[in-house]
């Protein structure tokens, strides 16, 4: 699954408090008291981009394989639900982020689940065999059995030649998670799955004096792991622009284009994130007006990025109206491009993208279920106060530094563009 | 004292968890409209749906109720659609339309501080939306491709002709659209929809979040004024006609490399005694992760990635639908799988342990689902609009706790036959 951290951050200050185990778990708890429930959420400092490029998709196996029962509980599931609980988990390029949500009155049943398995999972093969069919079902089911599935798979591998964002959560290929070997799944987890490698978020109807003495208890003993120093290859400045065409039997012709752009700390993220909304952002911005409505080039077009920490991509994707060549259509979308370079956009376009933000910063604050998420996303990016923080970041974007960035993104040696012909 | 992992702490059963849905407010605009809203949460925030009556049960001609119900947002008398979409978005606020059998709605999602300038605006939508030729040759043409790519996937198809063969294709839940739906709709045909059912039509409203003060008074000036809820709405009836055939395997992709399985009966709405029961059997059969058909059919045997069983949300009458996508090779051996989990459900008690774990997932999950006022009025929403109260609520509650394995058994034994099922592969 893949997750767009885009615009998860939050208007209202969002209290909590922090402290630390001594096994180095990070620990964060967000009080509320107007609901009955609670939200236990572990985030794991491990993605897709931390994998041995020979064997890509453990991550993403792992968000499988830690359903399979721990070394004291034989099923993950049943005493959640008896609880009244229910529990999911993503996994991204940059993490795994595995959450419950409990009636407050039964949360030590989270802590006790949640650290079984972060004590130990049960390995058993009978759950590797069977969770390595579900995952090549859920490979097939999304990438080859879906017109343009393998789209993403291209133009990864077409953008990055050496950062490991070069494969997709779900792996490189179908034969890397079906050779996982028990010995590698263990190896796997005894490197990442470390309390010193992880994120507690508790949110909801409990206290920091609750939280407090059971993660002590159920999470306290759990030895700590090797430090993981995080040495990725760096993705060299794109010198020359790329392309890739690929024939399918699809049933229209679809462009999809790629600038690289800033990661997560650098100077200019949150200008892109505007640009991606000036662009693309809803039936007012600039692609769907110019393109869908007022060209008729395209029948659908979308501009967004996955607001990864590395160095991400911004995306520019679209399906062309049947009769419309590829290069006319190419050229469209590069005239808005060099407008929004050339042109300083109006004030009360960039206010509206801002208003967008803020919008966007309410509605996902409503649960405590994205609070938690937020917060250990915060967390890991250094400091969870961030997210109190971001609006005001955006509120001083001004139209002169949208400029600025669109003009060191929007070079064409610095794209990546995969022309997909239907065959049809 | 040394830690026992193996030991669960203590639960609270959610059996005994008191659960109650927060009631409503009410009160009636100058023309008649009923406005039910729910007030409520920490965030500076609020939604409204404007329902109108104007489904696709209403269509004389296939696929106009949605494409009005589309295009509202696409022009007024006063306003191009960027115009409209850019206002709606300066203030950063969400107006989605949604066209379902019965009802159609335009849904805000608002700052609550932006309600007073949006308002008008949404109210425009509802008497001056003018449905120009360019707009609608735009939504033909894009929606036709939407339908040649959507055709190539085996999960769109047999979502489609399942619910033909459960309902027929001439009735409004087992109707869908074709190249024909799109290239016969005329302007006409939308203006004349549009005037009978959104601008003439009855409508009825359900507001959640943080009101502004005046919210009552504004509701009057802009919707209240409207010449809504004058004329009954025409009667209709739209007979079931199943099909005779209940076995299909359609090849829709040689290369395919998965099946998109659907298995499917009739079932009654709500309003049947049998309906609260039939849920907690449905979650016992298919309904959750923990269901028998994902433990057997993903966990244990990998055949695909899930599978799920549910109770269709329709209000005339509603399907018990089991729904997979499954590997090629297995499709056959996944069906199988399904009619034996049928027939251990039919032939054996399901185990008090068992039987006590959906309860508690159930009602925890329901717990959850009214945590916030979006969510509660949206479980207000669904009951209004079938014609269900509070006692509803309650006796679903009530039967969750008290049914036993027997009832259940009966249950399996009256709708869990196979020869009532429906049973489609698409690959």
């Given at each position: 699954?893949v997750v767009?951290?885009?615009?998860?951050?939050?208007?209202?200050?969002?209290?909590?408090?922090?402290?630390?185990?001594?096994?180095?778990?990070?620990?964060?708890?967000?009080?509320?008291?107007?609901?009955?429930?609670?939200?236990?959420?572990?985030?794991?400092?491990?993605?897709?981009k931390?994998?041995?490029?020979?064997?890509?998709?453990?991550?993403?196996?792992?968000?499988h394989?830690?359903?399979?029962?721990?070394?004291?509980?034989?099923?993950?599931?049943?005493?959640?639900q008896?609880?009244?609980?229910?529990?999911?988990?993503?996994?991204?390029?940059?993490?795994?982020?595995?959450?419950?949500?409990?009636?407050?009155?039964?949360?030590?049943?989270?802590?006790?689940?949640?650290s079984?398995?972060?004590?130990?999972?049960?390995?058993?093969?009978?759950?590797?065999?069977?969770?390595?069919?579900?995952?090549?079902?859920?490979?097939?089911e999304?990438?080859?059995?879906?017109?343009?599935?393998?789209?993403?798979?291209?133009?990864?591998?077409?953008?990055?030649?050496?950062?490991?964002?070069?494969?997709?959560?779900?792996?490189?290929?179908?034969?890397?998670?079906?050779?996982?070997?028990?010995?590698?799944?263990?190896?796997?987890?005894?490197?990442?799955?470390?309390?010193?490698?992880a994120?507690?978020?508790?949110?909801?109807?409990?206290?920091?004096?609750?939280?407090?003495?059971?993660?002590?208890?159920?999470?306290g003993?759990?030895?700590?792991?090797e430090?993981y120093?995080?040495?990725?290859?760096?993705?060299?400045?794109?010198?020359?622009?790329?392309?890739?065409?690929v024939?399918?039997?699809?049933?229209?012709?679809?462009?999809?284009?790629?600038?690289?752009?800033?990661?997560?700390?650098?100077?200019?993220?949150?200008?892109?994130?505007?640009?991606?909304?000036?662009?693309?952002?809803?039936?007012?911005?600039?692609?769907?007006?110019?393109l869908?409505?007022?060209?008729?080039?395209?029948?659908?077009?979308?501009?967004y990025?996955?607001?990864?920490?590395?160095?991400g991509?911004?995306?520019?994707?679209?399906?062309?109206?049947?009769?419309?060549?590829?290069?006319?259509?190419?050229?469209?979308?590069?005239?808005e491009?060099?407008?929004?370079?050339?042109?300083?956009?109006?004030q009360?376009?960039?206010?509206?993208?801002?208003?967008?933000?803020?919008?966007?910063?309410?509605?996902?604050?409503?649960?405590?279920?994205?609070?938690?998420?937020?917060?250990?996303?915060?967390?890991?990016?250094?400091?969870?106060?961030?997210?109190?923080?971001?609006?005001?970041?955006?509120?001083?974007?001004?139209?002169?530094?949208i400029?600025?960035?669109?003009?060191?993104?929007?070079?064409?040696?610095?794209?990546?563009?995969?022309?997909?012909?239907?065959?049809? | 004292?040394?830690?026992?992992?193996?030991?669960a702490?203590?639960?609270?059963?959610?059996?005994?968890?008191?659960?109650?849905?927060?009631?409503?407010?009410?009160?009636?605009?100058?023309?008649?409209?009923?406005?039910?809203?729910?007030?409520?949460?920490?965030?500076?925030?609020?939604?409204?749906?404007?329902?109108?009556?104007?489904?696709?049960?209403y269509?004389?001609?296939?696929?106009?109720?949605?494409?009005?119900?589309?295009?509202?947002?696409?022009?007024t008398?006063?306003?191009?659609?960027?115009?409209?979409?850019d206002?709606?978005?300066?203030?950063?606020?969400?107006?989605?339309?949604?066209?379902?059998?019965?009802?159609a709605?335009?849904?805000?999602?608002?700052?609550?501080?932006?309600?007073?300038?949006?308002?008008?605006?949404?109210?425009?939508?509802?008497?001056?939306?003018?449905f120009?030729?360019?707009?609608?040759?735009?939504?033909?043409?894009?929606?036709?491709?939407?339908?040649?790519?959507?055709?190539?996937?085996?999960?769109?198809?047999?979502?489609?002709?399942?619910?033909?063969?459960l309902?027929?294709?001439?009735?409004?839940?087992?109707?869908?659209?074709?190249?024909a739906?799109?290239?016969?709709?005329?302007?006409?045909?939308?203006?004349k929809?549009?005037?009978?059912?959104?601008?003439?039509?009855?409508?009825v409203?359900?507001?959640?979040?943080?009101?502004?003060?005046?919210?009552?008074?504004?509701?009057?000036?802009?919707?209240?004024?409207?010449?809504?809820?004058?004329?009954?709405?025409?009667?209709?009836?739209?007979?079931?006609?199943?099909?005779?055939?209940?076995?299909?395997?359609?090849?829709?992709?040689?290369?395919?490399?998965?099946?998109?399985?659907?298995?499917?009966?009739?079932?009654?709405?709500?309003?049947?005694?049998?309906?609260?029961?039939?849920?907690?059997?449905?979650?016992?059969?298919?309904?959750?992760?923990?269901s028998?058909?994902?433990?057997?059919?993903r966990?244990?045997?990998?055949?695909?990635?899930?599978?799920h069983?549910?109770?269709?949300?329709?209000?005339?009458?509603?399907?018990?639908?089991?729904?997979?996508?499954?590997?090629?090779?297995?499709?056959?051996?996944?069906?199988?799988?399904?009619?034996?989990?049928?027939?251990i459900?039919?032939?054996?008690?399901?185990?008090?342990?068992?039987?006590k774990?959906?309860?508690?997932?159930?009602?925890?999950?329901?717990?959850?689902?009214?945590?916030?006022?979006?969510?509660?009025?949206?479980?207000?929403?669904?009951?209004?609009?079938?014609?269900?109260?509070?006692?509803?609520?309650?006796?679903?509650?009530?039967?969750?706790?008290?049914?036993q394995?027997?009832?259940?058994?009966?249950?399996?034994?009256?709708?869990?036959?196979?020869?009532?099922?429906?049973?489609?592969?698409?690959?």
């Amino acid at each position: 699954m893949v997750v767009r951290f885009k615009l998860i951050f939050v208007v209202l200050m969002i209290q909590f408090e922090k402290f630390q185990l001594a096994n180095g778990l990070k620990v964060l708890v967000h009080q509320d008291t107007s609901t009955p429930m609670a939200v236990v959420n572990v985030l794991y400092n491990i993605g897709a981009k931390d994998e041995n490029p020979a064997q890509t998709g453990f991550a993403h196996l792992f968000e499988h394989l830690m359903f399979g029962g721990s070394v004291n509980i034989p099923v993950y599931d049943e005493p959640l639900q008896r609880a009244g609980g229910e529990n999911n988990a993503y996994t991204t390029n940059d993490l795994t982020n595995y959450y419950c949500q409990i009636p407050a009155e039964n949360i030590e049943t989270a802590f006790w689940l949640e650290s079984d398995r972060m004590l130990s999972l049960a390995f058993s093969e009978k759950s590797l065999e069977v969770q390595r069919k579900v995952v090549c079902e859920e490979f097939k089911e999304h990438y080859i059995n879906k017109p343009y599935g393998d789209a993403w798979h291209k133009m990864r591998a077409l953008a990055y030649t050496n950062h490991p964002y070069r494969w997709m959560t779900i792996g490189a290929e179908l034969s890397h998670v079906e050779n996982a070997k028990m010995q590698d799944v263990k190896d796997f987890f005894f490197k990442f799955y470390r309390p010193n490698n992880a994120i507690l978020v508790v949110t909801g109807n409990t206290t920091m004096e609750q939280v407090k003495t059971l993660a002590e208890k159920w999470f306290g003993p759990i030895p700590a792991g090797e430090a993981y120093h995080r040495n990725l290859p760096i993705e060299p400045v794109q010198e020359k622009m790329r392309s890739l065409e690929v024939h399918a039997d699809v049933p229209m012709d679809m462009l999809m284009m790629t600038w690289h752009m800033g990661g997560r700390f650098d100077a200019g993220y949150h200008e892109t994130d505007l640009i991606t909304e000036v662009l693309g952002g809803g039936a007012s911005a600039r692609l769907y007006e110019q393109l869908i409505k007022v060209k008729q080039l395209f029948s659908s077009i979308d501009c967004y990025h996955f607001g990864t920490v590395d160095p991400g991509l911004l995306v520019i994707e679209g399906k062309l109206v049947k009769g419309v060549s590829m290069a006319v259509a190419e050229k469209a979308v590069l005239d808005e491009v060099e407008k929004i370079k050339q042109e300083l956009l109006p004030q009360k376009e960039v206010q509206k993208v801002i208003n967008k933000t803020e919008s966007i910063i309410c509605f996902e604050d409503m649960s405590i279920m994205n609070r938690a998420h937020s917060l250990a996303f915060y967390e890991l990016l250094g400091d969870a106060e961030m997210m109190n923080q971001e609006l005001e970041k955006y509120q001083a974007i001004t139209p002169e530094r949208i400029q600025a960035t669109a003009n060191a993104i929007f070079q064409d040696r610095n794209r990546n563009t995969l022309y997909y012909y239907s065959k049809n | 004292m040394a830690l026992d992992r193996m030991k669960a702490p203590l639960i609270k059963d959610a059996v005994d968890f008191d659960i109650q849905l927060k009631p409503y407010q009410h009160f009636t605009l100058n023309n008649g409209v009923e406005v039910y809203s729910y007030e409520g949460g920490a965030e500076e925030v609020m939604m409204m749906d404007l329902v109108f009556f104007a489904g696709n049960c209403y269509e004389e001609k296939n696929w106009v109720a949605a494409a009005t119900n589309f295009l509202l947002k696409n022009g007024t008398h006063q306003k191009t659609a960027f115009e409209l979409n850019d206002h709606f978005e300066f203030y950063g606020a969400y107006v989605n339309r949604t066209c379902y059998n019965e009802t159609a709605t335009i849904n805000l999602h608002t700052l609550s501080k932006h309600f007073e300038a949006l308002l008008p605006v949404v109210s425009e939508l509802v008497t001056e939306s003018n449905f120009s030729e360019e707009e609608l040759k735009i939504y033909q043409q894009n929606q036709l491709q939407r339908l040649t790519l959507n055709l190539k996937k085996s999960d769109f198809i047999a979502n489609r002709l399942i619910d033909e063969y459960l309902f027929g294709i001439n009735h409004p839940y087992g109707t869908y659209s074709t190249e024909a739906s799109f290239n016969n709709l005329t302007r006409e045909d939308l203006v004349k929809f549009y005037d009978r059912f959104y601008k003439h039509g009855q409508a009825v409203v359900f507001m959640a979040g943080k009101f502004p003060k005046n919210m009552q008074s504004l509701m009057n000036k802009y919707i209240g004024a409207l010449p809504l809820n004058q004329q009954a709405l025409p009667s209709y009836a739209h007979p079931i006609i199943s099909a005779a055939t209940k076995k299909y395997s359609i090849v829709n992709d040689a290369s395919s490399v998965q099946g998109s399985i659907r298995m499917a009966r009739r079932f009654p709405n709500r309003h049947h005694p049998d309906f609260p029961g039939t849920q907690v059997l449905n979650n016992v059969l298919g309904g959750f992760f923990g269901s028998r058909l994902m433990r057997n059919i993903r966990e244990d045997k990998g055949y695909t990635y899930g599978i799920h069983s549910y109770l269709q949300n329709h209000v005339q009458e509603c399907a018990w639908m089991i729904s997979t996508d499954a590997g090629k090779d297995v499709c056959g051996a996944t069906i199988e799988e399904v009619y034996k989990e049928m027939a251990i459900l039919r032939n054996e008690k399901i185990d008090e342990a068992e039987l006590k774990l959906v309860k508690n997932y159930m009602l925890g999950a329901l717990l959850g689902d009214l945590d916030g006022p979006f969510q509660i009025m949206n479980r207000w929403k669904t009951y209004l609009l079938n014609d269900l109260d509070i006692t509803y609520f309650n006796k679903t509650i009530e039967t969750v706790r008290a049914i036993q394995p027997a009832d259940l058994q009966a249950l399996a034994n009256q709708y869990l036959q196979p020869e009532d099922f429906y049973e489609l592969v698409v690959y």
